[in-house]
């Protein structure tokens, strides 16, 4: 007796090998399409490549156990898996709106750098608020002093006196500013950003043009701006884009000095180029 | 209407032509019931009259007879005694060409085993028993009025371990054996529709609802738009996507360890002397680089092959820490912050030292008073089973990749469900909560422990979801989430129940527990002011 050529198909090592190749397809899709930019830090990329390439080696490698005998097959794994898929081509992947995150209240970095130094006249009352941002700052902090060299641009701001920050430089800026507001005083600052205001605790007229900031999903996202006081700002739409000129001064919040930006000029802007700024690249 | 058939098989004494008599009669209104019988049993076939039996013509094979009896008397059910010796994989083969499949079905596989022979006979024969237990429907155990608790728990453990779904049955209990009967006994009238068509439609449903839905967004764009849910999608894939990549890595070295290096290398080393069975079992995982899924079946092995268990303890908590993965996996979810790493290994490291020492203490030296006496450690997957005999470089390759994914879907679905549960938190939990967390370390260190006891992440890729939580709660505080992780979770939990007894999971879950809050409580804070 023969066994035909025709055997009948183990369903568990097909759902298998579709549920890798998708994955493998669904990231080669979104690197090439430019999605994969609005989920993750452009230097996972490559690990992106290296995943679909695994994706697609582990399918090919099952392909034999297609004409495995099986008994049993429960779907509901498969079900699983498929729902990232589903989910990441289904539904678009719009920008990661912080009003709608839980941690929007903690996410904002730009003011309170100034928790962790400890200055010899004033004693350390560090709010409970501050102290996890300030923490949470101080991983900013460092990166800031290992990447960044300012260096040069900073002397030529100081004689030119205009600070422009774009997309490529306002990680940077934010964090000198904050780490020398006195130093900046009197100069002028001008960004895009996008109207960031409720539940921070800011006075009537003042709003952050904030940017949101990745470092390495957009699990972890942050905002970063500067405040800037605006007398018309409780008007201002929340989320709107908005071109922020103005000169720089100081203000307390929360406790600390920050850098504000005051006789502002607010201007409704285009989006800006770029969805995420990122610390590190 | 196809024939369907019943196949019965176990080994010689397990009480094959005892099921088979009961089978039968509980079949018996419906005629037309032939028993093919391969094995001559110890007990005697009592069957009624209208129950043919038959057995097999010389040098015909078991599918060749029930071709026969087919084609002869078109039975309605066909009742198969098979021989536990012979394996069972080539004769549902056969019985599933298309030649015969228009004829007859395999409706149920049947698996005896006696209680107090079995584990012994497992250990003679592991890939028979394996291959047959893991192909039956429903297992039974006789003989347990004769055994102790033990006993029967060792059985069950060993039918469990190579077959989960499987229904279990105990022939003594009569109240069992009635529902076996009921369960299984009576042939069915109609084809019932199997319950993964339950599961197809909902599937199917799913397609036609998103198909309704993208019909939907090209005529109105705007009018779909649901921020949370998006905001939570992103979210929730970027988690995801961001893991992916390491737990491949993760997965990939730990088929390539199970595969291709033998664990005497590690055994030989930890059993010597007792320091430098601590060193090697604290710094044996940069060198062996096992997820924490694969540490506790190792663990339990080299427990088994003599190795101290305080020795064996450290190594089971500080190798997911110190794997070369998890440290670069740290190392890219907090960049350009390597002091992140370096506070977790060490603490990690002090935690498992510190845990394994307490168990020079108090512990018997009889290792079944520990492990449940059944070895478990040895994955007894198709792609390890073939990869031995593989020898040349392409064999091993494709048995390396096929380990990898298996393991991939084994431990995918908690990532997934992981990073789930992780993006609702984010977006759905109210902010307070999150706030009033970040302000009292203590609390923090108790919320992290627990959340990374329920999120059953593989360690090689949640820092990615600790890098979310340190957003608003204090990095020194998320280290706890960050060590205790690797070392307990759910899924790990479930691993040690079914490597160890109770007992000792229970005095290492509480050890665990309480020394790693002591020192979280104090190292982290030393690395971060």
Redesign the interface.
């Known amino acids: 007796m023969k066994t035909p050529a025709f055997c009948r198909i183990n369903l568990s090592v097909l759902f298998e090998i579709v549920i890798l190749l998708s994955y493998a397809g669904l990231f080669i899709w979104m690197l090439l399409s430019g999605r994969i930019q609005s989920f993750l830090h452009p230097r996972m990329f490559p690990l992106m490549f290296f995943a679909a390439a695994a994706f697609a080696l582990m399918a090919f490698s099952l392909l034999n156990g297609l004409k495995k005998t099986q008994r049993r097959f429960a779907l509901l794994p498969f079900v699983i898996f498929a729902v990232p898929i589903f989910m990441a081509c289904a539904l678009p992947a719009g920008a990661v709106s912080s009003s709608s995150l839980s941690f929007s209240g903690n996410k904002l970095i730009g003011l309170s750098s100034r928790a962790q130094k400890k200055t010899a006249s004033q004693p350390e009352t560090v709010s409970t608020v501050s102290s996890s941002s300030a923490v949470s700052l101080k991983l900013n902090q460092a990166l800031v002093t290992i990447t960044s060299p300012l260096g040069s641009k900073v002397q030529q701001i100081l004689t030119d006196n205009t600070i422009e920050m774009d997309g490529s430089n306002i990680v940077l800026w934010v964090n000198e500013l904050n780490g020398n507001p006195q130093k900046y005083v009197g100069k002028k600052i001008r960004y895009t950003g996008y109207v960031f205001k409720s539940g921070q605790g800011f006075s009537g007229d003042e709003f952050l043009p904030g940017r949101d900031m990745m470092w390495c999903c957009a699990a972890d996202i942050q905002v970063i701006g500067v405040l800037c006081r605006y007398p018309k700002a409780p008007s201002l739409k929340e989320n709107a884009w908005v071109q922020v000129s103005g000169t720089l001064g100081t203000t307390t919040y929360q406790g600390q000095t920050v850098p504000v930006i005051l006789n502002s000029t607010v201007v409704p802007s285009a989006k800006a180029k770029e969805q995420y700024v990122y610390p590190t690249y | 209407m196809k024939t369907q058939i019943d196949i019965v098989t176990g080994l010689l004494g397990s009480g094959k032509t005892h099921l088979i008599n009961r089978l039968a009669a509980f079949g018996a209104a419906v005629s037309g019931t032939v028993v093919l019988q391969c094995e001559q049993g110890l007990t005697d076939l009592q069957i009624s009259e209208s129950v043919i039996h038959t057995g097999r013509k010389r040098d015909e094979?078991t599918?060749?007879a029930v071709?026969r009896i087919i084609r002869d008397s078109s039975p309605k059910r066909i009742l198969i005694e098979h021989s536990g010796m012979e394996p069972i994989?080539s004769l549902?083969?056969?019985l599933?060409?298309?030649?015969l499949?228009g004829c007859c079905k395999?409706r149920r596989?049947f698996f005896l085993a006696s209680c107090k022979t079995l584990p012994d006979e497992y250990k003679c024969f592991p890939e028979l028993f394996n291959e047959q237990i893991k192909?039956s429907?429903v297992v039974v155990l006789t003989g347990t009025d004769s055994c102790n608790r033990q006993e029967i728990h060792t059985a069950r453990a060993v039918l469990s371990t190579c077959n989960t779904?499987a229904e279990f049955y105990d022939a003594q209990s009569e109240k069992d054996f009635r529902n076996l009967l009921l369960q299984h006994g009576k042939p069915v009238e109609k084809q019932k529709r199997s319950d993964?068509s339950f599961?197809?439609l909902?599937?199917g449903g799913?397609i036609f609802c998103?198909l309704i839905?993208?019909a939907l967004r090209s005529f109105s764009p705007s009018a779909i738009q649901i921020?949370?849910?998006?905001?939570f999608?992103?979210?929730?894939?970027?988690?995801?996507?961001?893991a992916?990549?390491f737990i491949?890595v993760g997965v990939?070295v730990s088929s390539l360890i199970q595969i291709l290096i033998p664990a005497r290398v590690i055994e030989r080393a930890l059993t010597r002397n007792i320091f430098l069975g601590f060193t090697v079992a604290l710094f044996g995982g940069l060198v062996f680089p096992v997820c924490d899924c694969a540490t506790v079946p190792v663990a339990a092995r080299l427990m088994r092959k003599g190795a101290p268990t305080a020795v064996a303890v450290t190594f089971l908590l500080a190798a997911p820490l110190v794997n070369p993965i998890v440290i670069i996996s740290t190392l890219?979810?907090?960049?350009?912050?390597p002091v992140v790493a370096l506070c977790r290994i060490a603490t990690g490291l002090l935690v498992a030292l510190l845990a394994g020492i307490s168990f020079l203490w108090g512990i018997s030296k009889d290792p079944s008073r520990i492990l449940s006496g059944f070895d478990a450690a040895d994955c007894d997957c198709?792609a390890c089973s073939g990869a031995e005999s593989a020898k040349s470089f392409w064999p091993k390759t494709?048995a390396v990749?096929?380990h990898?994914?298996n393991e991939?879907?084994e431990v995918?679905?908690f990532l997934?469900?992981g990073a789930m549960i992780?993006?609702i938190?984010?977006?759905?939990?109210?902010?307070p909560?999150?706030?009033n967390l970040?302000?009292n370390p203590l609390i923090a260190v108790l919320a992290m422990m627990g959340a990374a006891f329920i999120l059953s992440i593989c360690s090689t890729s949640d820092a990615?979801i600790a890098?979310?939580f340190?957003?608003?709660?204090?990095?020194?505080s998320v280290m706890a989430f960050m060590v205790l992780g690797p070392m307990l979770d759910f899924k790990n939990l479930m691993l040690l129940s079914g490597n160890f007894k109770k007992r000792f999971v229970a005095r290492l879950v509480a050890t665990i527990c309480v020394i790693s809050f002591l020192v979280l409580i104090i190292m982290p804070h030393l690395f971060?002011?």
């Open positions: 094979t599918c060749q071709k994989t549902i083969e056969q599933q060409t298309k030649e499949r395999i596989i192909q429907d779904q993964s599961w197809i909902l599937f799913l998103y839905f993208e921020p949370d849910l998006q905001t999608n992103t979210v929730f894939l970027s988690i995801l996507f961001e992916f990549p491949l990939f890219y979810a907090f960049p350009g912050y198709e494709a990749l096929r990898t994914a991939f879907f995918g679905i997934i469900i992780s993006a938190l984010q977006v759905y939990l109210p902010k909560v999150w706030t970040g302000g990615f890098r979310t340190a957003n608003s709660i204090p990095i020194a971060f002011r």
